[in-house]
């Protein structure tokens, strides 16, 4: 199975200067949407494949994405200039969840999530498991710890193992995340323990490439950006 691990593009609170003014659920910039946009075309004609690859199969066959606001913008155009579905699938949010932290008290308080009237007006047609989102949003939780969040990305990495062993051995499948998520997630998939204190810096609409097999994992490449120029390239 051929894996693609994208973070979303541009958030609000990426650029921000004043924390306080910091959001659980961040949309997307104009400039995120710009990136999003690029990215779509650029997976559309292939370019995240070997040259050799381009003409078999479809450039991806399965398409999944966070319920976070910012990574349905993100995977939006891409879901739709390929007519591919996107599948939500919740444990790829960012690390931490949805929280807000009061800047006196510092006490961080969890937020709710989009409901599925929400989902479908961020990223129309997108499918998600009976009950994994209700009508009162999908988080409903407090601020989710670091330790969890580490746990989590070896969890998540299980079930791409055992979704590699069911699946077409060609089959190309792209997960839109986030960047601190992602982060442990690449050191999981590299048999190693993800800890804090080790870090992958991963630009907006990055692109990573594994291969994943009964064998293991094999790296192609990491944080691939060129389908944004220099102006539109920025890693928050």
Do not use: C
């Not at 047609?125 to 939780?141: H, L, Y």
């Amino acid at each position: 199975m051929d894996l693609f691990l994208i973070r979303h593009g541009e958030s609000a609170n990426n650029v921000l200067t004043d924390v306080s003014k910091r959001v659980a659920d961040p949309n997307l910039t104009d400039l995120g949407r710009e990136q999003a946009e690029h990215l779509s075309v650029y997976l559309a004609a292939g370019r995240h494949l070997y040259p050799h690859e381009r003409s078999s199969g479809r450039p991806l066959d399965r398409l999944y994405t966070s319920a976070m606001i910012r990574s349905l913008q993100t995977s939006a155009p891409t879901s739709a200039r390929l007519e591919l579905p996107a599948d939500i699938w919740i444990d790829v949010h960012e690390t931490g969840g949805l929280f807000l932290t009061d800047l006196e008290t510092g006490i961080a308080a969890g937020r709710i999530g989009v409901t599925p009237a929400e989902l479908e007006q961020q990223l129309p047609g997108a499918k998600f498991t009976e009950g994994a989102i209700s009508d009162a949003g999908w988080w409903s939780q407090g601020k989710e710890t670091p330790a969890a969040g580490l746990g989590r990305a070896i969890a998540v990495v299980e079930q791409l193992r055992a979704l590699a062993s069911s699946v077409h051995v060609d089959e190309r499948v792209g997960i839109v995340s986030h960047g601190d998520f992602l982060s442990a997630l690449l050191k999981a998939l590299l048999d190693g323990l993800p800890v804090p204190s080790a870090r992958y810096q991963l630009a907006n609409t990055g692109i990573s490439r594994f291969g994943l097999n009964s064998e293991g994992t094999v790296v192609h490449y990491v944080n691939r950006v060129e389908h944004l120029d220099d102006a539109r390239w920025v890693n928050h």
